[in-house]
């Protein structure tokens, strides 16, 4: 794996295995984990930045066009040329690149064509919103996923296996919409169980709204989004399950006696959980992804359904923005799952030390 | 065993939850008080008249000078005398004392005056580029001076909200403060908006108290429907069909038209400064121009394509009070369109089923936007029909951001129009002002006579006097741009707009809708009643 290797470099290169004792090593590492870290973020951004900015200047939208919509044949090509004016459209693309770098370096994002908003507090409304949806989603899909792959990873080739494997094996192949679809036929709809769309029931306020009715209208949307989320955590679980249930010292707890699934959680779990977590944690920009479309047929309000607005309505700072915020959201995703990794494992330090020291 | 014993636990305690919240039933909303409308359209960027909010439909939080009533009559709203100066370039306009913003504090001519200054730099989506400038005379009469004379102006009168001079800013259209006959009560950006009528508002009180419009797509807006929770539900035609259950259809008459718009000129190679081809050789000939108008059966699009849903269309203004009854035709009259196609010469010589006159075929590209499956429709059903006359009319559909910045001056496009000014009409046919007239005009046409009594329309001294005006630039009994005339275009249809209702709401008359499907049906909402 390559974040292993990267790992053994931020963790103990350096130590020349002085043998320190646990905390100082692991302050020092972790101290050098996050200035690496954070100088590959910089470096992360501004070539994510400028890369955007370039395929957005080559997109065919005519922003204008997309921002008066209607309208279009109602305004004048003086207005026009107003409108691209409080855009700062009337400049060449390097001068507006130069001027949204240094606004960025600045931290302002600008302002939101279609909001008529700083691009940060669209942002962060939306985001709060769609947060919910996530988090739900990822620990509904991060359980679940990995029981789900022990338990066929320790009944290989059995009847739970097989169950298992095809529901993981349709489900990664399923488009994230179809199955809110289908859901919000099944449920809102014929049964009437769950609310057709919102964050919360219509004609009522944010502040009236209890955190019962959130969660009643975050069911659905998060429960598609874990179906669906499932799927990879499952199948790289029950890969790995399987491994361990080949190595030796499973083969000896099952000659002494020990059930397949008591070997499953007692012994291969630890190799197991490892992967998985990387794995979770490696899974947020799918997580955005799949929230996008989510949140789009559930009218759900979030980041995701202003991603769309942006991308269809030709709001470059927004969409710039949004980019921008997720490649943050994923980074920190993965660079957690590798500090989790730095601390959980302490054989990562021992091994990369020997080696080094031989 | 650690590990299995918290992980069964927590996956069972998160069953029982899961269950327990999919057993809780959503309470329906059946507050008579209260309306729930699905009508689309949000404004993301707030409900700020000066970016163009109200532009279409209503500003409902704020009023206007002057407004048009059910039968698009031009009526006062905050206006009590509004008069046109001899040299036709400024607007005198007197307006009610009593009014009041919904904050409490008084309108006056100072916030009519601010409003148009402040929007003229707005750089939003309304265009007041014809003014020169508004003042305040005093506190109840303002002028509005214009760069030259200009009719169409009045629409702006019509629709620009006006807003309070002192707590105007950049943060308004998230908090509108109007003085129209509701206030913004809470805003849930890409979800809902909740409004209550405005207790200052001067004019007749709507009956239904508060207002959810629910920002939905299309799916979402219809399952919610369905479910019951939606009172107003805005649809298009291919959906009006079906039953929704506590729910009638209500269906609205409008100028939201569909054309095919045929480049004038002849193909000399030519391009416009930014490089977009200019002219087409075949539609250049006004005979194959008349010959499709007359050929169209305009009553089988309307059958076969908009499922009933409209009506034929013969011109761009059809019924609306600046419309020339003299322009309607009998189409669906192939042998009308061949005699047409034979007397200019355009005949079968190899035997093929298309026309050719001096070795070109009658044969064009009829482009459409490839995500809109009504304007597909109309494009193949079209195709069809001119098939039998010799004319092969080839459909393709197309990324409306091209067809935009190469195809339209070179291709047949089916076009979209429809407004409750004439100024698009002028738009659509006056010689174009600019060598780049994108969307207007994009045909080039050019008729000296049609140019003149379209200037004349605007120039006129009222807008009354200004209609026989835009009625002759239609057809003047010689010319003009109509079938007749010079056949510019060949308008096939105008869409209804369909509406789900519940039953016991009364919407009372909707007006004629311009294009845009949704915000228009809320013009008359002070007059929305239970039965």
Known sequence: MELKSELQDTAAGDLKCLRLPFLTALLYATAKFICRKGARLVLLIASVATLSFILVSFSPVDPIDAYLGPAVLKVSPEQRAVIAHRWGLDEPPLKRYEKWAGNLIQGNFGISTIYNESVLSVIGKRFITSFWLMLMAWTISGLLGFIMGIFAGAYESGFIDKVISIYAYTMASTPTFWVGMILLTIFSIHLGWTPVCGAWPIGMEADQVGILERIHHLLLPAVTLSLIGVAQITLHTREKTIEAMRSEYAIFARAQGESRLGTAFHRAIRNVALPAVTLQFASLGELFGGAVLTEQVFAYPGLGKATVEAGYRGDVPLLLGIVLFSTFFVFAGNTTADFIYMIVDPRMRKRSCGKRGA | ?531
Not at chain 2, 71 to 88: N, Y
Not at chain 2, 125 to 133: R, S
Not at chain 2, 523 to 529: L, T
Request: glycine share 8%; hydrophobic share 40%; proline share 6%.
């Open chain 2, 1 to 531: 065993m650690i590990y299995s014993k918290k992980y069964a636990n927590f996956s069972f305690s998160l069953a029982a939850v899961l269950l327990i919240f999919i057993l809780s039933v959503c309470p329906a909303f059946a507050d008579k008080d209260t309306l729930i409308l699905a009508v689309g359209g949000e404004n993301t960027e707030g409900y700020d008249p000066l970016l163009g909010w109200g532009s279409y439909g209503n500003p409902l939080f704020q009023s206007t000078l002057l407004k048009r009533d059910a039968d698009l009559k031009i009526v006062p709203d905050l206006a009590t005398s509004w008069e046109l100066s001899a040299d036709r370039k400024e607007w005198t306009v007197t307006i009610r004392k009593d009014v009041k913003f919904s904050d409490g504090t008084p309108l006056t001519a100072a916030d009519v005056a601010f409003t148009y200054n402040k929007g003229l730099e707005s750089g939003g989506k309304i265009d007041l580029t014809p003014l020169a400038k508004a003042e305040a005379l005093n506190p109840t009469t303002v002028k509005l001076t214009l760069n030259k004379p200009d009719i169409t102006f009045i629409q702006h009168l019509i629709t620009l909200g006006i807003v309070p001079a002192k707590t105007y800013g950049p943060g308004y259209g998230r908090n509108p403060i109007g003085s129209g006959p509701y206030k913004l009560i809470h805003w849930d950006e890409g979800q809902q908006m909740i409004v209550e009528v405005n207790d200052l508002y001067y004019g007749k009180k709507p009956a239904i108290k508060k207002l959810v419009f629910l920002f939905a797509d299309e799916d979402t807006a219809l399952a919610a429907a369905r479910a019951g929770k939606i009172d107003v539900l805005g649809v298009p035609s291919n959906l009006a069909s079906q039953k929704i259950p506590g729910m009638t259809l209500h269906v609205v008459k409008s100028v939201d038209n569909r054309g095919l718009m045929f480049p004038i000129v002849p193909d000399e190679g030519k391009t416009t400064p930014a490089g977009v081809p200019v002219g087409n050789n075949v539609t250049a000939d006004i005979a194959i121009r008349k010959a499709v108008n007359y050929a169209i059966d305009r009553n089988a699009l309307v059958a076969g394509v908009l499922d009933g849903y409209g009506r034929p269309a013969y011109g761009v203004v059809d019924d609306l009070p600046w419309d020339n009854p003299a322009i309607r035709f009998k189409d669906n009259d192939p042998e009308k369109a061949k005699k047409i196609l034979e007397e200019a010469g355009w005949t079968d010589t190899d035997g093929d089923g298309i026309r050719e006159e001096n070795g070109l075929k009658a044969e064009f590209t009829v482009v459409y936007n490839s995500k809109d499956s009504l304007r597909q429709g109309l494009a193949l059903a079209v195709s069809d029909m001119l098939k039998p006359i010799g004319i092969n009319a080839i459909p393709k559909g197309e990324n409306w951001d091209r067809i935009k910045t190469e195809l339209t001056h070179k291709f047949v496009v089916v076009y979209g129009f429809g407004d409750h000014s004439p100024l698009e009409m002028y738009k659509l046919y006056h010689t174009p002002s600019s060598p780049e007239p994108s969307y207007w005009n994009a045909g080039f046409y050019s008729n000296p006579v049609v140019d003149k009594y379209l200037d004349e329309a605007v120039a006129a001294k009222s807008f009354k006097e200004s209609i026989p005006y835009w009625q002759k630039a239609q057809w003047d009994g010689k010319t003009g741009f109509c079938t007749a005339g010079d056949a510019a275009w060949a308008w096939m249809v105008n869409l209804d707009h369909t509406y789900f209702i519940r039953k016991g709401l009364d919407v009372g008359k909707s007006q004629m809708e311009p294009h845009g499907h949704g915000w228009p049906i809320t013009s008359n909402i002070n007059e929305w009643k239970w039965n």
